[in-house]
């Protein structure tokens, strides 16, 4: 067992009498805030989800950031919170959001499936209210601000029993209805701006509001569990990455994780940090969530996971530079001129990889940079558009001059079988590594699916296609696996995906070229298989089931990591 999470590191508890100052925690985390000397001010980073190619002319879904390391409020009964807010002189017409959450959301890279929060906002001469009350339901209220824009504006909500009530400057405003929102007990906090905006947030403060409710401030940090080798007592059964240090020292056990449930799901920390010892940011390093404007990047998830591993004494493996996928709006939509998009390209790999150099210990430089099921190029991207092949090359040989030791990789899916898309992978990689470019490895996915149509390549048949990059020199990584069952998960199902799992294990066990077993997630709870419409529609292709508990895919690594 771990040590026990170190979450919870000051605690701050009022009553009717006294209020909490939640400005007094953590608000450096936040990506776009900054502690000033009048509080913390808030910048718009405009990072949004931008849909894919298919979804094209959809809105992106913004996706403002939520304050995981820092004041968490703990609430019983009627509880209020007061926020004091203003917008510059000069820009008064700024946008200004705060939002409060009593269930956080699930946000992936192409997809957000809302929580429950309240956002208060000033907009204009408006103050608006926004309750959003799970996946497609949320209503709006306005009501007018009294004193010019640019004022300081002091800003109420409180439950009082099945009421919100809303409050400008000390007089209530609106009475709404409380469907539930804050029944976790658990309250969040985000703020935001609009894309350019800004704002400062002077002060906001929490109290109870009667003698029998109870509201109690912690800041939320980091959980540690002690080095995941000595985290269990000899008696309890062995943990992945134990058995695996112990027995094949040479092959990191991974998973792609995400920064909201790592801070705020305690079960999902402690299983991450006993059982692998490498992480992949699954989203949080993508482009557009790290780098949604020009000038500004949003480092806050990706600080949190490569911390998180840092403390628990676990690898980083970055998760990635140059993909066609996940580009913020303003690299796509305007028309850069190849020498500029050079640049952005460099400014962005040397940024990124240079903020965690010597933390991050390899990294899909490349991401899918063949078509889905063929052996040409995808043209798409910008830096295809524009540098041709030669942006592989060239972004291999940024990342490897801004950090020397990082291993380089190139990642993709359908490469596992002899097929046209591998032979063009082995081809491209050869005549990389002709040329003296610095690339170490190539990350073979192994997304799977495995039903009564259809069956997953077969171990033998990938060990037999994989050893020709081997003989090239290369390493070589199970990146992304998961096997998804789709409509069937019965026990028969799980068996065969067990014994599946094993048995891709046991050939990259046993091959000392493979650097990493690495699946996409663990839990099916919070997995990229998950259906975003639906709050219970789990995946089911991962190890542990959506209550967190091991599946037979778990007991059976564990089995194979015994050998
Ligand atoms: C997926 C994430 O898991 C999802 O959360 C997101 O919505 C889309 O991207 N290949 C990759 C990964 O290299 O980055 C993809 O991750 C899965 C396929």
Redesign the pocket.
Known sequence: MALGAVLLLSVGCMNSRGSVALLDYDWTHLAGAERVDEGVRIEGLGRA?VP?EDAKDQTPVSNPPINLRGAVLRVKGDFALSAKLSRLESSPDDSAYLTIYGKLPLT????RQDGRAVTLGLEGDSLIVELQDGIDDSERHAYPLPASASDEVKLGLARIGEWLSIQINGETVGLLDEPGLFDSGVLWFGASADEGSEYLLHSLKARALSKRSTATVADNQIPVFGAGEKAQPGSAPASLRRLAGKNHPQLYIGT?V?AIPLLSDKKYARILAREFNMVTP??AM?FQFIHPRPDRYAFADADAIVDFAEANDMAVHG??LA?K??LPRWVTEQDHGAVRIREILAEHIATVVGRYKGRIQSW?VV??PFEPFGATLRIGSPWYQTMGKDYIAFALREAHRADPEARLYI?D?ALEHPSPKSDAMYALAESLLERGVPLHGIGF?M?EDMTDDYQPVEASVFHDNVQRFIDLGLEVRI??MDVNLQDDASQERLQQQAEYYRSILELAMDNPAFTAFST??FTDRYS?LQEWWDTDGFGNGLIFDANHQPKPAYFSLQEALKE
Do not use: F, L, V
């Open positions: 989800i894919t992936q890279d192409e997809w792609a995400a699954e989203n993508k998760h990635t993909w996928e996940a899909d991401n899918e990642n899916y996915q997304h990146s992304e996409w997630g990229s």
